[in-house]
Structure formats: C-alpha cells, structure tokens
C-alpha cells in the first residue's frame, strides 16, 4: 500500500479505516519490516520457548473516560483480552500502563482501577507488570491506558483470515453499534427514548465455547471495534482474497441504536463494537458453533449474517432490506474520533 | 504503604521518588492484588506453557523527542529490553503502540519509526505487533509510545532482589546522569562546554557477558532510570531488607554532566540514565563480573561502587570525598519531569 499522502496526522488516521491502513500498511509495518507484524492480526502468534502464545497491545484514549456500560479501564482490560481470544487464546496476563494528566482526580483513578481489576478478574487473568507516567496540565487529556496481553494459543485452535474459505458463514456473535453510540450519546449529551449501554466484554469465555463445539472449523475470527463490521469484513476479505456476501436484514441492530443512527446519519456497520466478534466457520459446522454461541449469555442474539465467496475484486456486499445490493466498503474518514 | 493523601495526581506521582511510591505502593498494586504485580520489579516473571518467560511495559513521553544522543524511537526499545533484561530475560518480542497527536508532522513520525528500527535490530528482537491512535490536537503532547516486551529468561539467571546478600559488590556499569542532563539541556537550551548526550542503549548484551562470567553469583539487576542510582538503591535496600554502602567517589561521573548538576543544584545520584545497570554480585566473582563488563564497549567506565550491609533501617549511606557520610534518600518531588 501507498504511504499517506498527509504532510500531518489527522484524527482519521486514528478512525480504523481507510487512512489507518494507509499509515499503518504505507508506513510502519514497512519500516519496521516484520513478518508477525505484517499478519495485522490483532495479536501476534509465535513460539516461545516451546509454547505457542499470543501478544498484543492497545492503547486507550476513550472520551469521556466514564460512559453507559463501562468505563476506560474496562474497555482496556476487555479489548486486549479479546484480542488475544480472537486468536484462539486463552488470555494469562495483562501489563497496565497510565499515562495520567497532571490534576486528575485521585478518586476517578480509584473508580478506573476498580473496573479494571473487576474485568481482569471475570476472565480469571491478571495484571502482572505496570507503569505510570504523568504529564503536565494539557499535556495530555485525563487518562490514557494501554493494556498488553500474552495468552496461550488453545490447543486444536488454528485461527487465520488465511484460513477463511468460500462458503465460509458469518457468524456475529449479537447486536452491533452499541458501544460507539454510547460514547457518542454520552459525549453529545443526546438522550433517547432506550438508553444505550456499551457492549464492553470479556469474549474469552464465548470463544472457549466455539472452539470446543467444533474444533478446527473456526477460520477467523476478529471483534468489530474502530471501523466496526464493514471494515473488519472488508479487512478479512481483502486478506483471504475472498469477497464478501452479507444478509443485512440478519445483523442485529437494537432499536434504539438503529434510530440514534439514523439521526445521526452514520451506518451502522461502521459503528465500533467492544464486546462482539465476527467469526468465519466452516459451512458444515456453522449451525452446530451458532447453537453453542447462542447457548451462552454473550451470544443469545448471535446469527448467521452471511458468506464468504469468490471474488477477484474482494468486494463485500449487502444484500439490503429492498432486494437490492450495495457494496460495502471500508470506512473513509472518522465521524467518531477517540471511540477507544 | 499507606495510600497518597493528595486528592489530585501532581508531576512527582510520575518521577520515580516517593510520591511515585506512594501512588504505586498505596494505592495500584493494592487495588490490583496480584503477588507478581507487588513484586514490583521492572518486569514480571512467570511461567507460560512450560517457558520461564518475562513481560514488561513501559510508556514514553519524553519531552522534547529528538534530543542529543537519540530520540522516544530509540528511548522506547532500548527501555523495554532493558526491562526485560533486567530480569535475565533475552528480548524477543516488542509491541508498539503510538498515541498520536492531530497534526504531528509525518516526517517526525518517519524519523522516530527508522529510530525504533534500528534500536530494534541492533538487539535482534522484533516489532511484532502495535496499535495507532491519534487524538485531537492539545489532547496529547505530540507522541506518546508504549512499548511492551516479552523474553525468555536465561538459564541459571535467577535475579531477585530478595537474593542480594551484606557483602554482595554494587557493580555500576559506568557514568551516570548522562540520559537526564542531556534531555535538560536540550529543553531549556542550555549548552555546555562539552556536549551531553543521552546514554539510551539496549543492556542485553551486556547482561549476557554478565551471565556468561558468573552464572548464578548475580543476584539482582536494575537500570536507575527515573529517581536515578539513588531511589534503585533504596528500593532494592527496602525490597532485600538489607543497607547499602556506596563510595561515592568510586560513581563515574561525567565532567560536563557534573557540571551542569551543580548550575542547576541537582545530584546526579537523583538524574535518570537509560543506557545503564546496577548489578548485586557475589563478593567473591565481583571483579571477575567487573572484568567481564569492562571487557565490553557499554561497561569500559564500570566500577563496583558499594556493597550491600546489614542494616535494619535499610539506609542506603554515602561515604564523601571529605571522609564523613551522608544519608542517600529516595528521591522526592520531581525535578526533572518527562525524562522519558
């Protein structure tokens, strides 16, 4: 891929779409020139003195800090725990880096703390190594954190877009757009008639399900966060070399996300998800993984949304609500800066 | 240790000393609860699917990036190998994770990327997977890096500070304050007659020699980073239970970098280095170790500078150029913030 035409940084570098990929596939992973790296998986998998484990890392700089259904230290303990289950990984131990603004309330660290341990403990995984930096007044905005992760790759598990095969289903692990729009209801102010909650999640104990209900027929999998389903389809799509054929009446929306979208007029398959995953299962087995996601509290609104198939174009496209079809690219811009 | 009184976080939560302590003694470790996370070492070691491995994490927001001797980039790698080599570990995996902000000139972004490169393969550990966020313009102070780490420890190493024993040799790997005096310098513009540079360089293959010389006669390693020699060797005092003894005109110092602490009345036993280690060793292969570190291109300036004593108060005491002695405490307040 190109290098950013961009003299600077913009906000949608950061959006997990288009510009992302163009900075982060024009730009670092040439220079730094690493074949784990240039997986762009969301964990790197390599052997280390004989295991088979997962790394990851995440920084977090959510706005506001606080929202509906979770809060930072939530939200970093949860997607980096996710990320290295959408490797098939069972999550060991987390690091917990601050960098805090000069000012920040005591109390609020107290509250984020509190949340991190509590989500860390639900996954039975600990924080085992730390660091705190500080900087001055408006050198930063209150918190950031970022949270790095090892696992142990399940034994049997052997997850790889690479993997994805035609005829592959879609199968989505429940509702989409939750979490962005509650950082967007919160950071606007706007109320709506149902109040929407981040999906925030540990997806360790829905992915141990899947892969004992069939071992071996879990291809990919991948939780929808920055871009949300549209870019995480047209990524997977584009690194299998497949296209992409989505039922859209079958993704589900809640209703009171589906009408804070429409106000706001952003798709909803564009909306980030902390607390869902994609997953890619061999055709003969997806009804028997749909019945144990379902099976479990995370995955009661799970459902098959679709196909892989052949295309040389790598297109993802949705069948819509009116019998038609549209192709559904990756996201351009960012109508939703600092989502995580 | 009780938990901070302030009900705000103030710059000194960030710079090492005490306050720092406070913070991470009083209120995180508590509020995480893990043994390996209380342990508090520059690394947590534990065992992953039958390896003995290391895990670490470090953030960076060093002020200004570029500065005389290297740059974040470089400053980021080298601190996480550092971390990990610390523990006897072999580096082989870094993470890296940008937060960005909007505007940040792309070429800045280059420069520090080529930067991470090169500290990179100079260790022969790789960039296996990162994280890009950008946040709005005045929400972050240009770049901040998070660089986690994995390894494997080294057989026979076994470092802990509980195993530091009265009469163990303080080997110090050469000058110090060389990192802080050369960040002050650049970001208050002051010039000296000799030029300070930052001392940032990957320890590990020193910590081979080291382990290669005296296998299991080096009983505890850190790099007197931020707080300096002084709070390192008050942590490990407190940490073994043990006193220290230090010489105090055995610690090279550099000419101009003593010069500068003495314009600006700052200790050098209290500025950060990134390019250097304290090492206990076992009295009798002290200067076995010493010549094996000298014998290396980053340990020409070694020295055992002190021993470590039974002492119930665990004092880390300087023995002066005059002949008395002084009290060495950690350090408190910050004067030097975003050293890294």
Known sequence: ??????????????????????LVEGLIVPQLDNPLLARLGDQAIFELGGARVAFTTDSYVVSPLFFPGG???????????????MGGARPVALSLALILEEGFPMADLERVLASVRAAADVTGVHIVTGDTKVVGRH???????NTSGVGL?????????????????????GTIGDHGMAIMSQREGFTFQAPIASDTASLWPLVEVMLAAAPGAV???????????????????????????????AVPVREAVRGACE????????????GKLVAFVEAGAAQAVLAAVRGHPLGREAA??????????????AET?????????MLAGDPLPRIC
């Not at 950013?4 to 510009?19: F, K, Q, T, W």
């Not at 930072?72 to 990320?83: M, Y």
């Not at 050198?139 to 954190?145: E, M, T, V």
């Not at 098959?304 to 496209?317: C, F, L, S, T």
């Open 71 to 85: 809060d930072i230290g939530a939200l970093a303990v949860h997607g980096t725990i996710n990320d290295l289950a």
């Open 219 to 249: 291809h990919a999998m991948r939780d929808p966060t920055r871009g949300g389903l549209a870019t995480t389809l047209n990524e997977i799509a584009a690194r299998a070399g497949l296209g992409m054929r989505l039922q859209e009446r």
């Open 304 to 317: 098959i949304v679709g196909q892989a198939v052949e295309d040389p174009r790598h297109y993802v496209i």
């Open 153 to 173: 790759v399940a034994d049997g598990a052997h997850i790889d877009e690479r993997r994805v095969q035609p005829g592959d289903a879609i199968l989505l692990s």
């Open 139 to 145: 050198g930063a905005d209150k918190l950031f954190i």
């Open 321 to 329: 609500d009116f019998g038609g079809t549209r192709i559904v690219d």
């Open 263 to 274: 106000i706001l007029g952003i798709d909803p398959l564009y909306v980030a998800n902390e």
């Open 1 to 22: 891929m190109r290098r950013p035409r961009e003299r600077e940084i913009l906000l949608a570098h950061g959006s997990g779409g288009r510009a992302m990929h163009q």
